[in-house]
């Protein structure tokens, strides 16, 4: 399945798609809206762990340069 989405400091549309327990999208941000010497681009994978987690990694990148890269883990709270 793939997916649209829109927010107010992302750039044009987010694009995602699902395969599996995998849900990967893609969409530029700016930073400083009006200046597009600031977007950047995001890549995030987030995925449903056998344990219930769902792991995030995104990736940030700024003219096809890695600035960071981020790894988080979402759990159900109870």
């Known amino acids: ?13 987010a694009r995602g798609k699902v395969d599996d327990a995998t849900f990967q999208f893609a969409y530029t941000v700016a930073v400083k809206p009006g200046n597009p010497l600031f977007n950047v681009r995001l890549n995030q994978t987030m995925t449903l762990q056998r344990d219930g987690t769902v792991e995030n990694r995104a990736t940030i990148r700024k003219l096809g340069v890695v600035l960071s890269r981020i790894t988080e883990r979402f759990h159900r709270a109870d």
């Open 1 to 13: 399945m793939r997916y649209v989405g829109r927010a107010n400091d992302v750039v044009g549309e």
